[in-house]
């Protein structure tokens, strides 16, 4: 069994190796990331600063743009928690236990993805606006949701609640529960055994759903604008922002509260990039103890 | 078809995994590659197969020169350890892959080729899986379809890399068994890995032991056996004790315990092994050998019983391993605890400064 | 095998070993419910109140069932471009290594990341007449932006990782034996790729293939800025359901999106059950 371990990480003969293959496809590969994806986002910084670096200052500290960039991480501050707790405890639930309809609370959770958003805000709005059957409630209680910042956060919730738990679950059901049940046969209660056991082996996960869900918190559009109103200085968040200063013609600003968000963008990805390499990491110094003891 | 292997030598990185070396395999002969885990014997027998370059050397098979050949082309059959069956495909589809992918020229017909395939799984008593996936097998099963897989193409050259190591006792025997008979039916030339010794020793024509990159010994099964040319054979193939002595008036000494010299001996200071079945048992010292030990486990296996001892009042690296056929066993009654002293009737002795080993006898 | 596995079923159930069922799966269903589920009962109020003949007239009106096929059209030119796109890319990531490998990787996730209304402008900006892009395509006599292939261009940039986060781990996974086996009997890189890889990697094409139409279907932010939103030509769905909703004419747009909603969830519980399937097949039943 381990006899071909010495040489099972050095297979030479793979399908597709030959230098003109290879060449070609990394080529085109390359060539169409560069069109696809690198120049859009230069152009994005680039659009920025079409007017000049004062410009782009200015624009960025116009009151209605710091109003939007306030709710923005308003909206966000509220989402993340709140799918954080939710996203954990649904990966608990599936991954740790077996009951009827399992499957389907897996596939329920998908839904926000498969929805349009603009699908998504209307729902909410049926429901909470002044003619639904809730909001009608509500408007009777001089409670309103829709139009005003709670609405913005309900719908963003819905649209990020997927995240945490499917960066999760993959990833627990893979380490299965036997580290749990070894706790438990020693005597951990419920939160020690999670905060002690679970949480050290899906930490990086987490990390990353909760980032990806603040990226997508921050940066949802087509769900917000139905339910948002678009009142300038009130309930516009900063995509809302980008949309009215891009219509009304002012290009160079739009692409300066774009490049806010394109920066969080980046700065998901290079987390990511970061947290992958860690993982990659931990694992060759894994292999490497391993292949060292067995020698 | 012969396969000659010349100073082929492989290094990964820093790791040497082969340093030089030669074989030749004559056609029809089956050779088992005996070693330990990174020995290189999967390496070399990859290197024939053609799914690793070589650093040095060449290989041969027949009078074709196929070093540089690509393994498509070389046309050999190979069953890999974990079999590698498709798993998209049904055990037909698996077994038909060798024949469908030939050039359009000397490809058969739809048809031929799957009066081909049943005959194969015929051959493999495994028609009725026909059309089943192979997540659907059993190991055994598996390894029977890898193998029609592999000689559908009727290849003159099969390579096995571990091919039973997955199985349990039972079925590994019997595969081992029907294994050797298509061999024989066949006449291919068959290179197998193993580290299994008595795999090896009941399969092979000839063994290949390798340890650390180079082949230690070549030899039929019964050959190595009686003569082991080297340490690393010995310990490898097993069941000997080793006792570390020091000559001083004729006899080899080990703290208290203590062994006459037999005639013919160099007086030297070594090693002496002694495989498990040469020893007499006694209660109270011999003449010849002073070796107290002490038993600690008694097992029953098949037709003798293994006594576990270690020594006392002297040193060895490992337990003793003392076979006893039942009668020997019942007419001393043995417990655990209880000392007892053997006396060695044959061993191989290496000295200190010997590569190779001297064949001692104790008996006139 | 058999046996064994009977055995077991007669087993009493255990109590369960680890803390935490109720409060997390009562969490998970209150959570569901709240947020997921009770949001649909207005627009199944809102579609029932207006009457099946006045429902009909909305979601079959013209412009609509244009939208539709728009819709539909630029989804599926934009996934199965992502499908030969994601195929490479992911091969290229997982196959070969070479200086700005772990950037482009990074990279894939971009479209993920970044929000949707900045890609659309970012695009329209790019395709438009006097764009970066837009000034090469009008010298070739091509039209982009405020075209149908506006709609496909935005709905491919921001579904291009489904595709590759499907495939690339299956890829990773593949034993290098089966590859080993295919050349061991003599075939060529094509016809194992063809034959052995293709096979073993399509079901999560299809499903990332898939996932990409889904989120095309719905794309709204990215695709407004650069459709041009002409009736009839280059109108998305989803931009029905605003625009109804703009003239605050709640009852078309509801009945639009339960449409929308309703397809969405079909493919949705489709790839699924789709994915259980061809697990299950590839890893026997366990």
Redesign the interface.
């Known amino acids: 069994m381990s006899s071909s371990k010495s040489s099972s990480g050095q297979h030479q003969l793979r399908v597709g190796d030959s230098p003109l293959v290879k060449g070609l496809l990394i080529g085109i590969t390359l060539l169409l990331t560069a069109i696809l994806l690198v120049v859009p986002l230069i152009a994005i910084f680039q659009q920025a600063f079409v007017e000049g670096a004062a410009h782009y200052f200015n624009s960025l500290v116009e009151a209605d743009t710091l109003h939007a960039i306030g709710l923005t991480l308003v909206v966000a501050a509220l989402t993340v928690p709140i799918n954080l707790v939710f996203g954990v405890m649904l990966a608990w639930a599936v991954t740790r236990f077996e009951f009827p309809g399992r499957k389907i609370l897996m596939t329920l959770m998908d839904i926000p993805f498969a929805v349009s958003p603009v699908v998504a805000g209307l729902l909410y709005l049926l429901l909470y606006g002044n003619n639904g059957w809730i909001g009608s409630w509500l408007y009777d209680q001089d409670i309103q949701l829709m139009f005003a910042w709670p609405g913005i956060v309900m719908v963003t919730v819905f649209v990020t609640c997927p995240f945490v738990a499917r960066e999760l679950i993959p990833l627990m059901q893979q380490q299965g529960r036997e580290d749990e049940e070894a706790a438990v046969i020693l005597g951990a209660s419920g939160w020690q055994l999670f905060r002690r056991v679970t949480l050290p082996n899906i930490k990086w996960a987490l990390i990353y759903g909760v980032i990806l869900t603040n990226a997508r918190a921050v940066g949802e559009f087509g769900a917000v604008s139905v339910v948002s109103g678009n009142i300038r200085g009130e309930t516009n968040t900063l995509p809302l922002h980008v949309q009215l200063q891009y219509e009304d013609y002012q290009a160079a600003a739009a692409f300066a509260s774009a490049s806010l968000l394109a920066m969080i963008a980046l700065l998901t990805l290079l987390l990511k990039a970061f947290i992958e390499w860690r993982q990659e990491r931990s694992l060759k110094i894994e292999a490497e103890k391993e292949r060292q003891v067995t020698q | 078809m012969s396969i000659l292997i010349e100073n082929i030598s492989k290094h990964f990185g820093q790791f040497q995994a082969l340093s030089p070396l030669s074989l030749d395999i004559n056609e029809g002969e089956m050779i088992g590659l005996l070693g330990p885990s990174g020995s290189g014997k999967t390496t070399l027998l990859r290197i024939i197969a053609g799914l690793e370059g070589t650093d040095t050397g060449r290989i041969k098979f027949g009078d074709r020169d196929v070093t540089n050949l690509h393994v498509r082309d070389r046309r050999v059959g190979f069953v890999f350890q974990n079999y590698a069956l498709f798993r998209h495909m049904t055990v037909a589809d698996n077994v038909a892959f060798g024949l469908e992918v030939l050039p359009r020229k000397e490809r058969p017909s739809p048809t031929e080729i799957k009066t081909r395939v049943m005959h194969l799984l015929e051959m493999v008593q495994l028609e009725h899986l026909a059309n089943r996936f192979p997540s659907q097998l059993s190991g055994g099963q598996k390894q029977r379809i890898a193998l029609a897989r592999a000689l559908a193409t009727q290849p003159e050259v099969l390579l096995l890399d571990e091919p039973f190591g997955a199985l349990d006792a039972k079925v590994r025997k019997e595969l081992r068994r029907w294994l050797r008979g298509l061999h024989d039916e066949l006449g291919f030339t068959s290179v197998f890995v193993t580290h299994d010794q008595e795999e090896a020793l009941e399969l092979s024509d000839r063994v290949v032991v390798m340890s650390n990159g180079h082949i230690e010994q070549i030899d039929q099964p019964g050959a190595l056996y009686a003569s082991p040319n080297s340490r690393f054979v010995f310990d490898f193939l097993g069941n000997a004790n080793v006792f570390d002595g020091k000559v001083e008036n004729g006899k080899w000494h080990n703290q208290q315990a203590n062994i006459v010299l037999p005639e013919g001996a160099e007086q030297k200071d070594g090693q002496l092994y002694i495989r498990s079945h040469e020893f007499f048992v006694s209660r109270e010292p011999t003449a010849q050998a002073n070796l107290p030990l002490r038993v600690i486990a008694i097992n029953p296996i098949g037709a003798e019983v293994r006594l576990e001892l270690t020594p006392i009042d002297w040193q060895s690296n490992d337990v003793w391993e003392i076979d006893l056929p039942h009668k020997a066993f019942d007419k001393n009654c043995f417990e655990k605890g209880q000392t007892l002293y053997v006396t060695p009737k044959a061993g191989y002795f290496f000295a200190n400064d010997a590569q190779k080993p001297t064949l001692l006898s104790w008996e006139k | 095998m058999a046996t064994h596995l009977s055995a077991a079923d007669t087993r009493p159930r255990h109590k ?6 109720s ?3 009562g ?3 209150l ?2 419910s709240l ?9 199944v ?2 579609s029932v109140d207006m009457g099946w003949d006045r429902y009909w007239q909305v979601i079959s009106d013209e412009r609509v069932v244009a939208s539709y096929k728009v819709t539909l059209w630029a989804a599926l030119i934009a996934s199965v471009f992502n499908g030969f ?1 994601g195929l ?2 992911a ?2 990531l997982v ?2 290594d ?1 200086p ?1 490998r ?18 659309g ?3 329209a ?2 395709y438009a007449q006097n764009g ?2 837009g000034e090469i395509l009008e010298s070739l006599g091509l039209k982009v932006a405020y075209t149908p292939w506006g709609i496909v261009l935005a709905m ?2 921001t579904s ?1 990782p489904f595709v590759v986060r499907t495939v690339q781990p299956v890829l990773e996974e593949l ?15 094509w ?3 063809r ?3 293709f ?2 990697l399509w079901p999560a094409l299809m499903t990332g293939i898939a ?1 990409s139409f ?2 095309s ?5 990215a695709v407004i ?1 650069i459709a041009g939103n002409m009736p009839y030509v280059s109108e998305i ?3 029905m ?2 625009v109804s ?1 703009q003239e605050f004419d ?1 009852p078309a ?2 009945a639009i ?1 339960s449409v ?2 309703m397809a ?2 079909v ?3 489709a790839i ?1 059950i789709w994915q ?1 399937r061809y697990l299950r ?4 039943r366990s």
């Open positions: 369960r070993v680890l803390p935490g069922l409060l997390s799966l969490t998970s269903l959570f569901i947020i997921l589920l009770l949001p649909m009962t207005g627009l109020m809102q796109f490479l890319l091969w290229v196959r070969y070479f700005g772990r950037i482009l990787d990074a990279l894939v996730d971009l479209p993920f990341a970044l929000p949707t209304a900045v890609a402008i970012t695009l900006t790019l970066w892009y491919a940039f291009i034993s290098p034996e089966e590859e080993e086996a295919g050349m061991t009997l003599g075939a060529s890189d016809s194992v790729f034959r052995v890889i096979p073993a996932l889904t989120r279907l719905g794309e709204f932010g800025f769905t989803s931009l359901i605003f909703l709640f747009a509801s999106a929308v909603l969405s969830l493919l949705l519980f699924n259980a097949r590839l890893h026997g």
